[in-house]
């Protein structure tokens, strides 16, 4: 009966367009020319941009992100984005990659919270600064395992968070993100909806993101995606950068540990 | 100023595989932007490319070309080393070149 | 293509305007088409804008090949791959059917290119993608047909 809600319901969440779970020809068509378009992918343009933000002097304490510790010290950019989200002692709390760049730009850079959470998410006469400097870091993991780590007590407390809030239902639809990502053979129209909860469908959630959007040309990162769902099924705004966010990505990201993140992808 | 391209050459025996990504708009002067205003036509409608300083490859093309377009053609009698320039020019004026030097292919 | 269509784009002719122009020293050198060229690119139909270029004449051939998708994932841009196997290919011409202005564009791979081009268009309804080939003074052509679906919700 609730299947029915479901499947009956048009502005349903659809986190991405992924390779088919079932053998659905449409879904194939669309990964073979994926494929093709990921060999020159437009998030290059982004990458391009992020990498000169990152080394650019600015905000009010004029410095540039090079000390940004992501996780496997200062500065160091290759293999970073792998092994996200994860705890960071100086913050006291596990972060995703934008939480993290977001919490350098406060700390190195002196720009305030408020002033970038305020328009985060791209549009078509701005890409936010944090957007580019997410795609340059994620790409430096490109062709990496994931690796998530849950060694801290606080990254175990994430992933479990993160699995109950994934199957929370709540809203006007009375849906969680397990309504359509935590069963197998979802569809939304043309595009198939992978399953979360299983390893080899969850790399599906971050494989492809930061991701370029063909609908408008835009670059959109895993905050934009989850604030779409969370509207998508009509749930109160999440924060940006949140607890609750990073909490999220960690269950999907721990789920798919173990396989080849290929780096900024582009999306439809 | 016009952002970058990003071109990529490689050489596979003489014949040199040009792939390149421009940043660009590509605007048809029929969409509506968030305020319901027409967005005025802008795109790229010429592009040159140069081996060497000599063109070798040419093309006129439309506000159909998909926003941050991609082009890949091939050029013949290059080497690994040779000099790879593209220009483009938009409706407005704006232009943008760059250049790369041709890589050994794999 | 139905008989009406093809006796229609056999019985037109746009020869001289062009070949005397090029004869005449006054395109630029290093292109073979002068300007910009308004008038085929704002032509509201396929026939209009290949009479414009000069392609009237043109012939359906079974060496021009076609590589795009039978589904665009998103009409705002489907890849298209074209390769002629024409000897002599000068240049490759695009026209996208259903758009409200079909001509895409023309690559001149005359002056040491193959006779090949990927490009990336907007296709704004389920359309034939037309390319249309100059070799050796003559014209042939070949056509796709793409279809553009509303997609899922995201991703």
């Known amino acids: 009966m609730k299947q029915a809600l479901v499947l009956g319901i048009v502005a349903a969440v659809a986190w991405l367009p992924a390779a088919a779970q079932t053998a659905d020809p449409t879904a194939a068509e669309f990964d073979k020319f994926r494929a093709i378009m990921e060999q020159d992918n437009p998030a290059e343009l982004f990458e391009v941009k992020g990498e000169e933000l990152w080394r650019a002097r600015r905000g009010p304490k004029n410095a540039s992100l090079e000390q940004c510790d992501l996780g496997l010290g200062a500065g160091v950019v290759k293999g970073a984005y792998a092994q996200m989200p994860r705890y960071f002692a100086d913050a006291d709390r596990v972060m995703d990659v934008e939480a993290r760049i977001v919490h350098c730009m406060m700390t190195l850079q002196g720009f305030k919270y408020e002033e970038l959470a305020k328009q985060p998410f791209s549009n078509e006469t701005r890409t936010p600064e944090p957007v580019s400097l997410v795609t340059y870091v994620a790409a430096q993991s490109r062709g990496m395992k994931l690796a998530s780590p849950q060694n801290h007590p606080k990254e175990r407390d994430a992933y479990e968070t993160g699995k109950a809030i994934f199957h929370y239902r709540a809203g006007a639809f009375d849906f969680s993100c397990a309504s359509c990502h935590g069963v197998d053979d979802k569809r939304i129209r043309t595009q198939p909806l992978p399953n979360f909860t299983k390893p080899e469908q969850a790399i599906l959630a971050v494989r492809g993101w930061p991701g370029y959007r063909m609908t408008g040309g835009l670059m959109h990162t895993l905050q934009w995606r989850l604030n779409d769902c969370y509207r998508q099924q009509r749930f109160p705004e999440p924060g940006y950068v949140s607890e609750t966010l990073s909490a999220l990505l960690t269950y999907v990201t721990v789920n798919a540990n173990g396989q080849v993140y290929r780096g900024p992808g582009i999306k439809r | 100023m016009a952002d970058p391209m990003k071109i990529r050459a490689t050489v596979q025996g003489d014949v040199a595989d040009v792939r390149v990504l421009m940043a660009h708009p590509m605007e048809t002067g029929q969409r509506k932007d968030a305020a319901g205003k027409i967005v005025p036509l802008h795109f790229i409608q010429t592009i040159t490319a140069q081996l060497n300083g000599k063109t070798v490859f040419n093309a006129d093309v439309s506000q159909a070309v998909s926003r941050n377009p991609v082009f890949a053609f091939k050029v013949k009698g290059a080497k690994a080393g040779d000099k790879l320039s593209i220009t483009w020019q938009d409706n407005k004026g704006d232009k943008r070149a760059d250049e790369v030097v041709i890589g050994a292919g794999s | ?155």
């Open chain 3, 1 to 155: 293509m139905h008989d009406t269509r093809r006796t229609v784009l056999k019985g037109v002719w746009a020869i001289g305007a062009l070949a005397s122009a090029v004869a005449a020293g006054l395109l630029s050198p290093g292109r073979v088409f002068a300007a910009w060229n308004k008038s085929a690119f704002e032509a509201k139909s396929t026939i209009d804008a290949m009479k414009s270029l000069g392609f009237g004449n043109a012939e359906d051939s079974k060496a021009i090949e076609i590589r795009a998708p039978d589904i665009a994932e998103n009409g705002a841009v489907v890849p298209i791959d074209i390769t002629s196997a024409i000897p002599g290919t000068t240049s490759i011409s695009v026209f996208i059917e259903k758009n409200p202005f079909p001509y895409t564009g023309t690559f001149d791979v005359s002056q040491g290119a193959l006779p090949y081009v990927h490009l990336r268009v907007k296709i704004g309804e389920s359309s034939q993608v037309r390319v249309v080939v100059a070799a050796g003074g003559k014209h042939y052509m070949a056509a796709k047909e793409v279809k553009v679906t509303i997609g899922g919700c995201g991703g």
